[in-house]
Nanobody, 123 residues
Framework: QVQLVESGGGLVQAGGSLRLSCAAS????????MGWFRQAPGKEREFVAA????????DYADSVKGRFTISRDNAKNTVYLQMNSLKPEDTAVYYC????????????????WGQGTQVTVSS
């Protein structure tokens, strides 16, 4: 069982930056691909970014490429999402998730989810 706790959300003006963190429990952290997803009101949960267990493979949604960076520190059991040049359309609840796959970009591939952290970008 893996428990995930996100932090770092908040209110920021357009063009600003935030860094989200996700702390994981357990001894299997480095075995999991980790992902960030987001869900805006009235919309389905969507993929944002994913990183393989070793950190060697990164994937991003087209909407965040060049602005967001996913990284992980396996010694700290933590995955990060650095978000720069934020836009109002980035406003959503952001979720951290863990997958047993080598790399994963679909909601259905993730077995463990955090509770989410709200990110609000004002115009």
């Amino acid at each position: 069982q893996v428990q995930l706790v996100e932090s770092g959300g908040g209110l920021v003006q357009a063009g600003g930056s935030l860094r989200l963190s996700c702390a994981a429990s357990g001894r299997t952290f480095r075995m999991h691909a980790m992902g960030w997803f987001r869900q805006a009101p009235g919309k389905e949960r969507e993929f944002v970014a994913a990183i393989s267990g070793s950190g060697g493979t990164l994937d991003y949604a087209d909407s965040v490429k060049g602005r967001f960076t996913i990284s992980r520190d396996n010694a700290k059991n933590t995955v990060y999402l650095q978000m720069n040049s934020l836009k109002p359309e980035d406003t959503a609840v952001y979720y951290c998730a863990a997958s047993w796959a080598a790399q994963a970009m679909r909601v259905s591939e993730y077995a463990y989810w955090g509770q989410g952290t709200q990110v609000t970008v004002s115009s």
